[in-house]
């Protein structure tokens, strides 16, 4: 079993290795879009309540460059997690056929999903420590992966529900109105909206922004949300997947 886990995991990795786009995606985004959101942005004075009720005076530029590590983070996963899934499909229920078991096709997915978000979440800290360096890597680092993890699965679960045109207009749009918009301390003092409380984007920023400019890590709290969304998300996509392979 273990060896042809790795080798559909060997498999899956060169398959997405071999799509020039999408390595583009990965590697060219992220700078584009940090950069050039940092450097668009005003240095204006602004400030800023923290998730534990500390205020700090920070800068609209550094607020901006903190936030757009995790949307482009979780708009590339999300992307990638709806090319993982519609391209494998149908050789995943092939292989099924041909004697694979459900979960020896759907792990090798989840390990694409995970290594490509780790690569994302590399080159967007890196274009990111240009600008910008957080208080506290640790938390800073685990929020961005944690949300860059949540919509691969977010995008995993569209791709295999409504199919690749539907979920990459969803993952085009989600992501900035979650954490771009309704996650965004510029656009609110303290706590964002009841509503945007809901979402997923919301326990990774409130990690991301407090390990951005505090002293001390205390938002600890909103690391169950987040890990409820990944759990949760991990469980439903499995299940789709296992019913879809069959």
């Given at each position: 079993?273990?060896?042809r886990?790795?080798?559909?995991t060997?498999?899956?990795l060169?398959?997405q290795?071999r799509?020039?786009?999408?390595v583009v ?5 992220p700078?584009?879009f ?7 942005t005003?240095l204006?004075?602004h400030?800023l309540?923290?998730?534990?009720g500390t205020r700090?005076?920070?800068?609209t530029?550094?607020i901006?460059?903190v ?5 482009a983070i ?9 090319f ?5 499909l149908?050789?995943?229920r ?8 459900p ?11 995970t ?5 994302i ?6 274009v ?6 957080p ?7 685990v ?6 993890l949540?919509y691969?699965?977010?995008g ?5 529900l409504?199919?690749r ?16 918009i309704?996650q965004d ?5 303290g706590?964002p ?13 409130r990690?991301?922004v407090?390990?951005s400019?505090?002293k ?5 709290g ?5 890990l409820?969304w ?9 299940l789709?997947l296992?019913?879809?392979?069959k």
């Amino acid at each position: 079993m273990m060896d042809r886990t790795l080798t559909a995991t060997r498999m899956g990795l060169l398959d997405q290795i071999r799509r020039p786009l999408l390595v583009v995606m990965l590697a060219v985004i992220p700078i584009i879009f940090i950069t050039w959101g940092a450097k668009a942005t005003p240095l204006t004075p602004h400030r800023l309540t923290l998730p534990d009720g500390t205020r700090v005076l920070s800068d609209t530029r550094a607020i901006m460059t903190v936030m757009d590590v995790p949307v482009a983070i979780a708009f590339l996963g999300g992307l990638v997690g709806v090319f993982v899934v519609t391209a494998a499909l149908q050789s995943d229920r092939r292989l099924v056929v041909a004697g694979y078991t459900p979960t020896e096709v759907i792990v090798p997915r989840l390990v694409v999903l995970t290594l490509a978000v780790l690569v994302i979440s590399v080159v967007s800290l890196v274009v990111m420590a240009f600008t910008f360096t957080p208080n506290l890597w640790g938390p800073f680092i685990v929020g961005n992966v944690l949300a860059g993890l949540t919509y691969a699965e977010l995008g995993a679960l569209a791709g295999a529900l409504i199919g690749r045109l539907g979920a990459v207009y969803l993952m085009f749009f989600l992501p900035n109105i979650d954490i771009g918009i309704a996650q965004d301390p510029l656009f609110f003092n303290g706590d964002p909206q009841a509503w945007a409380r809901g979402l997923p984007g919301y326990g990774p920023t409130r990690m991301i922004v407090e390990s951005s400019f505090a002293k001390d890590f205390t938002a600890v709290g909103a690391l169950l949300p987040a890990l409820a969304w990944f759990v949760g998300l991990t469980v439903i996509l499995v299940l789709v997947l296992r019913h879809e392979v069959k």
